[in-house]
């Protein structure tokens, strides 16, 4: 397929240099720098960089009440153990401390103690604009879903009164993300008239369409151009209230080449379990409980990962990764303990179909 061009906004420079104040200002500056940047907050640093403290007006009025001027320096009001963040804390955490704390600005820190950022209550409360493109697989055939599937593609099946696909959609839209590639093979062209190009959502869709089916990471191959940065794929019948723009971020964050999202399954045995050495008897475990990790059908690729997948063959993602790992790029997993259902069995459609709108969906 054939992505058209898009173009991308411009990148200023981050709000938050304008909150920088430089330890020996006045109340005056102070007040100046609390005008112009609008961010009711103010960044002491030293000549380093590091931050000193941190003034908002509050700290300049109960100065001025204490018989302070606008002359007079600010170091005494200077508030010099505020509340930081590093800058890989993720949102969630974030915002959890910022309610805690009852603070609406939190200033972003390195290891050295240098101002590397500024999170802003109003700003984490709206989605992060994501120019990173998500690739949904809706073009498998759902034969265990028959007869719904037979005059319906699996991912139009109707949850809460919309299709599944549109749900997930408008999770990653709630994120920030605009840009989808829907691959379609069975019924595919239902599916292309029900989203078209995504203006009914104020989005952008593009298609692949899969002349035979190749696999949850084949199609990928089919991307033209190729995306310059790390991308989602998802299966387009996984339910989930994952967060996509934290996984993206766990991705980059580690440096690899693909990322894929996990959950922990756990299994009882039936029975009692034997542990024997020969013939003697060692030790004994009653119904023991298994765990594994098991593919959750979310990835993030690298456009690196495009490398190892030939135009037109079928492929599916874990195959993706043993490539990915015999040219010693590294793959990782992002752990999962958001609600997740893969609906690929009747008893699964019907789980998803009880679940109440806004839960998981």
Known sequence: MELKPEVKPSNPEARWRSALLPG????????????????????????????VGTITDGDIRRGLLRGLNLS??????????????????????????????????????????????????DELMLPQQRLNLVVIMAGGQGTRLRPQTENCPKPLLPIAG????????????????????????????????YFGDGSRWNIRIDYIREESPLGTAGAVALLNPQPDSPFLVTNGDVLTDVRYGELLDF?????????MAVRVHEWQHPFGVVHTQGVDIVGFDEKPVARSHINAGIYV???VALQALTIGDRCDMPALFERLQQLSLRTIV???HEPWLDVGRPDDYKSAQAQKPGEMI
């Open 72 to 121: 007079s320096p600010v170091e005494t009001i200077i508030h010099r153990e505020p509340l930081v963040v590093p800058p890989n804390m993720g949102r969630d955490l974030v915002l959890q401390l910022m309610k805690v704390n009852m603070v609406r600005q939190l200033p972003i820190v390195s290891a050295q103690r240098a101002v590397v950022g500024l999170h802003l209550w």
């Open 162 to 193: 919309k299709p599944m696909l549109e749900h997930i959609i408008q999770r990653a839209v709630g994120e920030g993300f605009h840009h989808f590639v829907l691959a379609i093979h069975y019924l595919g062209h239902m599916i292309e008239e």
């Open 24 to 51: 020996a200002a006045t109340f005056q500056q102070a007040i100046r720098n609390l005008n112009e940047s609008g961010l009711q907050i103010a960044l002491v640093v030293a000549p380093d960089g590091a931050l």
């Open 251 to 259: 991705h980059s964050r580690h440096g690899a080449a693909a990322t």
């Open 334 to 336: 992002y752990p999962m």
């Open 301 to 303: 690729l690298d456009p």
